[in-house]
């Protein structure tokens, strides 16, 4: 028997591609949309989603349906389904968003932090102006809302620049990252 796996997601065709290569024995059915879905669903093993478009309905229409792999941290949209079967597994992609959210913050608090609009302006004007004192962060205090697996990775980048970094959260805990 064929495991078929549907992947609804806009880079489906990104992901089958790579999944095809590590899985020859499983059919693929890659689609952007639900509007884009080619195979019966009643027929899908596998499902890989972001889980936002997903709701009871969809679910009821996979009877076959073994695990669901979602493309986001959380799978909130999934667990609010009550067509969700127990024996359905159900994994997440916990922990792959620390790195990119680290340097996306960086990234962004270098820019406000030093101006980096005004000296792009300055570039193409062929003008330095050397008047303005160069802020750094370190020494100064951020407060980031959530001290999970990416707040954390965020954390100990900023205490990295010197910065007094405050975790929020509803579930104190002693976390990595956190003054």
Not at 51 to 60: H, K, R, T
Not at 62 to 90: K, N, Y
Not at 136 to 161: E, M, N
């Amino acid at each position: 028997m064929t495991t078929n796996v549907l992947i609804l997601e806009t880079f489906a065709d990104r992901y089958a591609d790579e999944l095809a290569g590590h899985f020859a024995d499983v059919s693929l059915h890659p689609a952007r949309t639900v509007n884009d879905i080619a195979i019966a669903l009643e027929t899908v093993d596998v499902l890989v989603a972001f889980g936002i478009a997903i709701d009871n309905g969809f679910l009821q229409s996979m009877p076959r349906l073994r695990w669901i792999q979602s493309l986001a941290t959380g799978v909130d949209h999934f667990l609010r389904c009550p067509a969700l079967r127990a024996e359905t597994v159900l994994t997440s992609a916990r922990g792959i968003h620390g790195p990119a959210m680290r340097e996306t913050v960086a990234y962004l608090m270098l820019t406000m932090s030093h101006d980096t609009p005004r000296l792009v302006r300055q570039q193409a004007q062929h003008r330095w102006d050397r008047g303005k004192p160069w802020p750094l962060l370190a020494r100064k205090t951020a407060v980031l809302v959530g001290t999970g697996i990416s707040g954390s990775a965020v954390g100990q980048l900023l205490q990295a620049f010197g910065l007094r970094v405050i975790g929020v959260s509803r579930t104190p805990r002693a976390e990595q990252g956190f003054d």
